[in-house]
Every structure is written in C-alpha cells, then in structure tokens.
C-alpha cells in the first residue's frame, strides 16, 4: 500500500482522488494548501504527491525542488487547470514524474497512480546510494536533485552524457554513476578529449599493435580496451574529431574495435559516461559532430548547475576544502571573517567550484599561521571583480532615485519605499521571478516577499 498526499484546493478533487485512490487499495491524504501539506508530508513521508499548481498561498511548481530533496524523495505529479509547455518542461526538468492538465479523468487518475506505485515498488536500491560522493560538497536543492538523478543513472547501463560549465564537477559525478553501478568493483578509465593528439587519437582510442607505425615498438592497450567490464569517462566529447566519430559509434553499436595495424577486431564491454560544455546539438546543425552519435550519446542526461545558481552551498564547499586542506581532524580551527564571506557571495564564479576551490587554498596560504581568514587574502582579481559587481548593483538600485529630479530633499518614507521598491523588482528579476529563491536571495520569508510585491504593486 503506497501512502499518497493530494495537494489541491477544490473539493470534488478531493472527492475525486479518495475514490480512484481508495478503490486501488492505496491511502489518501488531502491538504488546501502549501502550509497545510508541509506537516502531514513529514509526518507521514507519502511515496506519492500530487501538487495542484495555483493554491492559496503559492505556486505548487516553486515547491517541488523541496519536496524532490526529501529523504525518502517522493515522486511528484503536477496538476493544473491549463496547460503550458514552459510548465510542463520546468516540471520534469526539476525531477517532476509527470505533469497533467484538468479536468481529470478517473481513468487518468487511476492509470498515473498504477504507473508511479508500480515504479516505486519495483525500484532496485545499488550499493552506495543514497550517499554522499566522494568530493562533492553542498546541500542545495538543485545539488540534490542532481545526486538523485545519478542514483536512477547509475541503475541503467545505458551511455550517459553530463552537461555543465567548467569547473562544475563532472568528472566527480561521472565517477559517482560508476560507484554507484553494477561495474563498480571494475575499471573506471577516464580520457580527455581535449587533450588527444590528433595524430595518435585511432591509438589512444582503439590501442595498437607492434609496429603499427613508427615508435611503436610494443602493444599498447587504448581506454576501450582498459575500460572492459567497467566504465569509460569521456571528458570533452564535443572535442572528438568529427573524422573520428564514426568509427566510435560503430564500437558504441557493436562492442567490437580494430586496434591499429591489427588485422583482427577485439570485443570490448564497457559502460560509456561523457561529458561536455559545448552545445552538441548546435554543433551537430553546423555539421561538426554527428547527429547519430549525438543520439547514441544522450541514452540518459544530467546537467550540473553552476556554482552561482547554488551560492546556498558555498560555505559548505568553502569548508569541505579547507578542512580538507589543513588535514586535521578537527578540521580548519581557522576563523573566517564575514566580509570574506562577503566578497565569496558579491563574485560570481565564471570557473566554478573548481575556481572556489583554488581561491580558498590561496587564501589559506596566504593567511599563513594567522588565526583569521580575511578578505585580502583572496586572489587580487576576485576582489576586484566583487567590489565591481557590487557597484554595479549598488549603481543599478540608486539610479532611479538619483534622477528623479526632486528639488526638495525627500522624507526618508518616500525614500524608502522608492528603494525598497526597486530593490523587490530586482529581485524578481534576478531570481527570474521564481519566489521560493528570491525570498532566499532577500533573506525573507515568501509570505513577507508577496506582501512587499502587494504593498508596491509589483507584478510577477
């Protein structure tokens, strides 16, 4: 028997569900609204919540990074009286199960609850999930989201394909799906493409045999090879040379391969993970790298979000590498100043964790035997770009009081409000008017952010 939370206003809904829900010998529990819904979800840790859209007190959407980042990660069902596909992309980007449209059916309902109940039944749990990868620091709802879409990766054999910026972890997360797979015990072979030598890269692929070409005075093994009964991780797809791709997708089809200058093909049975940064699909319309390997390559996908979208996990990093830096096993029993902290947040990170990472070492080395990390220990640069980013923002908010052309002084209500005004439409601007990280963002509670958005008639 699944437990299942209905999250929805409108009483014939209520109504509605108790009798599919019931009669599929599973247990109902119906909540008006957000703040309702948020004590009986913890206190009954429901495996299914169906979560209306528009509710009382907030957008169900806002909601179901949360919800996604439980424990026991419920699967959620998006309902709603119309239909957008902004919506419904937003809904499974976030981890949605599925997204409907009313007014619903008793056998829609019947069929979704069948579908995901069955799915949570017959789930197989590997060994290591659920637990925190090695190296990967941050609590985060955009975080853990993507550490549990590597748990349902790591439980397939298909190829898979990380997306994200430099410096945003995919090589940790690529070795996360292995140790989280069946060939976890088996090699994990890494390759970056970036780095093949153009002429050597058949080689470095496929191995070779003696006297294939010249220098080649031994067999060599290439990464396919190596990575039999494991998993190859290859860094930088986009970077394989379009002359080269066809014969991989041909290994990828067959699990056979031809070293150089060997006149027999061998066999090879790996697990493919691959990553980039570039833009494949735009690569493939201007011809420079396959549609049909594309396809064969994006069996599963996970995009890692960069590191100013997640600032709520930079402390945790930030920690997670000084401790690890100092060795201790109490940890880094260094202090940190806020305006540090102040200069980490105002930066906004264009190498990542990776950059994040490097600057505090900096910082560290630089602070000596100091007892306090401050601000003047980051790398020049990084303080720079904050103070910059930090006026522009501050140039930004006072503009419009600035030239308003009053000629008396103002009374500092007027003042206020007109600051606080354009400090809220900002803020809806930088969060791209998503409430739930504006009122992060702001350090408010959303129920306070929808009165200022009221008290100044600011629309979403």
């Known amino acids: 028997?699944?437990?299942?939370?209905?999250?929805?206003?409108?009483?014939?809904?209520?109504?509605?569900?108790?009798?599919?829900?019931?009669?599929?010998?599973?247990?109902?529990?119906?909540?008006?609204?957000?703040?309702?819904?948020?004590?009986?979800?913890?206190?009954?840790?429901?495996?299914?919540?169906?979560?209306?859209?528009?509710?009382?007190?907030?957008?169900?959407?806002?909601?179901?990074?949360?919800?996604?980042?439980?424990?026991?990660?419920?699967?959620?069902?998006?309902?709603?009286?119309?239909?957008?596909?902004?919506?419904?992309?937003?809904?499974?980007?976030?981890?949605?199960?599925?997204?409907?449209?009313?007014?619903?059916?008793?056998?829609?309902?019947?069929?979704?609850?069948?579908?995901?109940?069955?799915?949570?039944?017959h789930r197989v749990v590997l060994p290591g999930a659920g637990k925190r990868p090695v190296g990967i620091a941050g609590s985060s709802a955009k975080l853990l989201r993507c550490l549990a879409k590597v748990d349902d990766i790591a439980h397939t054999d298909v190829t898979a394909m990380i997306h994200g910026e430099t410096g945003t972890g995919k090589e940790l997360i690529a070795r996360a799906v292995h140790d989280r797979s069946r060939r976890a015990s088996r090699p994990f072979v890494t390759l970056d493409c970036a780095s093949l030598s153009p002429t050597l890269v058949a080689s470095q692929l496929f191995g070779h045999v003696r006297g294939a070409y010249t220098g080649a005075d031994r067999s060599r093994n290439g990464v396919i090879a190596q990575a039999h009964t494991g998993t190859l991780f290859m860094d930088e797809i986009g970077e394989l040379p379009l002359e080269m791709q066809a014969s991989f997708l041909r290994v990828l089809e067959t699990g056979r391969y031809r070293p150089v200058g060997s006149q027999g093909e061998q066999e090879s049975d790996f697990r493919l993970v691959t990553a980039t940064n570039r833009d494949l699909e735009e690569m493939s319309r201007l011809g420079l790298f396959r549609n049909d390997l594309l396809y064969r390559l994006q069996g599963a996908t996970l995009t890692l979000p960069p590191l100013r979208d997640r600032l709520e996990d930079l402390e945790s990093i930030v920690r997670f590498h000084?401790?690890?830096?100092?060795?201790?096993?109490?940890?880094?029993?260094?202090?940190?100043?806020?305006?540090?902290?102040?200069?980490?947040?105002?930066?906004?990170?264009?190498?990542?964790?990776?950059?994040?990472?490097?600057?505090?070492?900096?910082?560290?080395?630089?602070?000596?035997?100091?007892?306090?990390?401050?601000?003047?220990?980051?790398?020049?640069?990084?303080?720079?770009?904050?103070?910059?980013?930090?006026?522009?923002?501050?140039?930004?908010?006072?503009?419009?009081l600035l030239r308003s052309g009053q000629k008396l002084f103002p009374r500092l209500k007027d003042y206020r409000d007109k600051a606080e005004r354009e400090y809220v439409k900002l803020l809806l601007e930088k969060s791209g008017c998503n409430m739930k990280q504006a009122a992060t963002l702001a350090g408010v509670s959303r129920g306070y952010l929808y009165e200022l958005l009221k008290k100044h008639g600011v629309k979403r």
């Open 322 to 400: 000084l401790d690890k830096a100092c060795g201790s096993s109490d940890g880094c029993t260094k202090e940190i100043s806020e305006e540090f902290w102040a200069t980490l947040r105002a930066y906004s990170w264009p190498g990542n964790v990776r950059e994040l990472k490097h600057a505090v070492l900096r910082a560290l080395g630089a602070a000596k035997d100091g007892p306090v990390i401050y601000s003047r220990h980051l790398p020049t640069h990084v303080r720079i770009k904050a103070v910059q980013q930090t006026l522009d923002s501050g140039e930004r908010l006072s503009a419009p």
């Open 1 to 121: 028997m699944a437990r299942i939370l209905l999250i929805d206003d409108e009483q014939m809904m209520h109504v509605l569900f108790a009798d599919v829900v019931t009669e599929l010998g599973h247990e109902l529990t119906v909540a008006g609204t957000l703040a309702e819904a948020w004590p009986l979800l913890e206190a009954l840790q429901h495996d299914v919540i169906f979560l209306d859209v528009l509710l009382p007190d907030g957008n169900g959407i806002e909601e179901l990074d949360r919800y996604k980042s439980l424990p026991w990660a419920p699967e959620v069902i998006v309902i709603t009286s119309y239909g957008e596909s902004s919506g419904a992309a937003s809904v499974l980007e976030q981890g949605g199960w599925e997204y409907l449209t009313k007014p619903l059916t008793v056998d829609k309902i019947e069929q979704s609850v069948r579908d995901v109940v069955t799915y949570r039944e």
